[in-house]
């Protein structure tokens, strides 16, 4: 069973549609949670943190449900700006030494059509 | 910009060679990750520096070795090259250990094993 487990997609949506991603963890361990954006051939940038109150950064809202250890991505008004893949991190221990790594879905790539 | 830079941008290598990529990371950062990331995968934790000692390492075989600078500027270099380490290399950068930090990711390193 993969770390970070989520819907490999892709999906394709219209302008202006709502879209939610899913995310599931093993590790119960994990202290912090993230979803980064990444656009094709370029580097994962931060998109938001997640936190258990749940969070919303304009059009995005993020929620993380410690108990099932579920993770979700709600975009609103899809914008063709939003076309990219969207992984799921997870902060978890590392078996070796003190450090904590990010661990990494393996992406939801998402396409949002005129 | 994450002002995280990454050296060379793409690299051909034939298997059994040696390569060495080179990492910049952000202004007052004191701490590198590097990752892999093949073709339509997330990017695999490899190993993180702390103040010039390695803090962590995920599942690699030794070949893959690192260094990090007193500028905290740091090196990945991997022996004995297979045509499997084709991918994308990148670092990232942050402030501490703690696991709660925003890492900044650099724009990669692209490898090719023939």
């Known amino acids: 069973r993969k770390e970070v487990e989520q819907d490999p997609g892709p999906f394709n949506v219209p302008e202006g549609a709502t879209v939610a991603f899913n995310c599931t963890y093993s590790n119960s361990a994990s202290q912090s949670f993230f979803w980064y954006r990444q656009d094709c051939r370029k580097e994962p940038k931060l998109l938001m943190s997640v936190y258990s109150s749940g969070n919303e950064d304009g059009r995005f809202t993020a929620q993380l449900n410690r108990a099932s250890q579920y993770i979700s991505l709600l975009i609103r008004d899809s914008k063709l700006s939003d076309s990219a893949t969207y992984l799921c991190v997870v902060n978890m221990p590392i078996s070796s030494g003190s450090a904590r790594q990010l661990t990494f879905g393996s992406g939801t790539q998402l396409t949002v059509l005129p | 910009e994450t002002g995280v830079t990454q050296s060379p941008t793409h690299l051909i290598k034939t298997r059994g060679q040696q390569v060495t990529l080179r990492c910049s990371s952000q202004s007052g950062h004191n701490t590198v990750s590097w990752y892999q990331q093949a073709l339509g995968q997330g990017p695999q934790f490899i190993f993180q520096y702390y103040r010039e000692e390695e803090n962590g390492r995920g599942n690699f075989p030794p070949r893959f070795s690192g260094l990090q600078f007193p500028n905290y500027s740091s090196e990945l270099n991997v022996n004995a090259l297979e045509l499997d380490d084709s991918a994308l290399y990148l670092c990232?950068?942050?402030?501490?250990?703690?696991?709660?930090?925003?890492?900044?990711f650099g724009p990669g390193t692209r490898l090719l094993v023939l």
């Open positions: 990232a950068s942050s402030l501490g250990v703690s696991g709660g930090e925003t890492q900044y």
